[in-house]
């Protein structure tokens, strides 16, 4: 198994995933778009500096891999430069490239030479953290462009209390389930990401009413 692969499929990771996405969740639904526009913007540019720090450890290797992984982060490193997203459209197609961007990456970086996969395996993980939490933040942006879409205030408010919702009983789970939150965690996963689908695709139908 790859660094890369151990690091995504690692139970700290995925709970520091599915942190950054309740944080960034709670954040936006108190902020502005503009706001939630620099949030994101904030996470490109520490991705950007993770980026750098991983070149700079496969700088003195001239191998072919070690190439196809210098155009990787080339390729991401445009990607990141991309400016805000003003609208839900855009915001998705951002996204979409950024992703693409950041899985070639890891998959550069999973068929590298065993030598600088291990020389790489900090910044890797750092690299994966930060990637999760620009995730989190496109998601939660979405969300909020689409609650937003609502005219009607009294349709707002209900749709934080919604996200709110989910967001507690997601953390009440967690808390309750204890020492064993690692064995249930793909549990937490699914039912997290499926309640948030469900409110966005709500919001956007407040939208299209409104």
Not at 47 to 59: C, D, G, H, I, P
Not at 126 to 146: M, P, T, Y
Not at 179 to 188: I, K
Request: hydrophobic share 40%; charged share 35%; aromatic share 4%.
């Amino acid at each position: 198994m790859s660094i890369i692969k151990d690091i995504r499929e690692s139970i700290d990771t995925r709970l520091d995933h599915l942190d950054a996405r309740a944080e960034a969740l709670e954040a936006q639904l108190e902020g502005t778009r503009e706001e939630a526009l620099k949030r994101i913007e904030q996470q490109k540019e520490n991705l950007v500096t993770a980026l750098s720090r991983m070149e700079q450890k496969v700088a003195g290797s001239m191998t072919k891999k070690s190439a196809d992984l210098h155009a990787a982060f080339d390729h991401l490193r445009v990607q990141l430069a991309l400016g805000k997203a003003e609208s839900t459209d855009l915001l998705e197609e951002q996204e979409k490239k950024i992703h693409d961007a950041v899985q070639g990456v890891e998959e550069r970086l999973g068929h590298a030479e065993q030598g600088l996969e291990e020389n790489l395996a900090k910044q890797a993980t750092i690299f994966v953290g930060i990637a999760n939490k620009l995730k989190a933040e496109f998601e939660a942006a979405q969300l909020q462009f689409a609650l937003f879409q609502g005219e009607h205030r009294e349709d707002v408010e209900a749709g934080k209390e919604a996200l709110r919702g989910t967001l507690n009983t997601l953390r009440d789970k967690m808390k309750s389930a204890g020492h064993e939150v690692g064995d249930r965690l793909g549990d937490f996963e699914k039912e997290f990401g499926a309640g948030l689908a469900q409110i966005r695709k709500a919001f956007l139908e407040l939208g299209k009413r409104g």
